[in-house]
């Protein structure tokens, strides 16, 4: 996941959401889920609150990703997320990457601590994303690491994250996107990882995080399992053995999150998506929506904002008895990907920035609003 910030360059994994949330003003004045077809209306951050008070009624935690840059220089995004939402997860600040370390022997905390002061100082939840992953990673992590000190380097860097932020982060993403068809029997990625030492990697990463913040939340974050496709409801499958596999081996793993980066055009497996998410909690492991967007590819643009609208109403009543905690992949649109939609517009008008809701917020509402999980 990834947030815009004018003083990085991002690569593959950046989304950008443009049409979640659009009557926003409209809805607080008494309309119904009919504002979706209505034109957009500037939003007041204020008026963010009663997203929040829709999921905080039904009993769900309602996130966005946010990252420094934007709460430091954005005051009225940092105002709608204050009155919007009760957790915020940094989208690049703290992943084990150039930014958090320039060395293989150094930490630079600055911006995460940014980020989490903020939280903290508006008694928000905050999620650490994320411990390990296969991209992004340092520039010196290729020429440094080896199979004989991957272990050692992957534990020293968990280890002095988690305790650096231990009392103060509600979850982590411990290991995000272990799988990929690499053509291995059990579907996890070679690269860096397992090619480095092996499938165990998961499970010493999970174990190392538990010693280091007992009290926080750990989760294995993995995306493209929620539509009605070969490849995803094999994905599906592969997730669920995994997690099997490292809740019957001890591992204290808590939760296991589902990205959510919806296709507009690709039908949502319901019944799967549904019997997934009982079968994970009967292995006694919570579920969460941890990047949810929707992009518009193939979609006709006339059809583009209804589209959009109804994948997130389809998808949140699927998703709402099994799930507490919701995040969305971010407030504003992201410049580096156009046809994906995040829960304001942020255009440029006479008078400066400003924040527009968009056409999808009367559904969405909706189904916040009807009652969620109460894990």
Known sequence: MTNFDPTQTYGGHTMNRRVFLQSLSATVAGMTATAAAQPAALV??????SLKLAAQQSGKILGTY????QLLHDPQATAMIAEGFSLIADGNDL???DRLRPSPDTFDFSS????VNWAQQHQKLFRGHCL??????????NSSVNQKNAQQVMVKHISAVVKHYAGRIYSWDVVNEPLHNDGRPDGLRRKPWVDLLGPAYIDIAFHTAADADPKAKRILNECYIEHNTPSEIGRRATLLALATRLKKSGVPITTIGIQSHLRGATPLDGP???KFMQQV?????DVMVTELDVDDVDIPAPKVAQTVADKYSQFLDIVGPYVRVITFEGLQDDPAAPHTHNLFVHNKDASGSAYMTASAFGPALTALRRPGASR
């Open 44 to 49: 007041k951050p204020t008026a963010a609150a």
């Open 66 to 69: 946010t990252v420094q840059y």
């Open 95 to 97: 992943k084990f990457s």
């Open 112 to 115: 995460g601590d940014i980020a």
């Open 132 to 141: 390990i992953w296969w991209n992004g990673l340092p520039k010196w992590f």
């Open 272 to 274: 799967g998506l549904t």
């Open 281 to 285: 909690q009967d292995l006694g492991l």
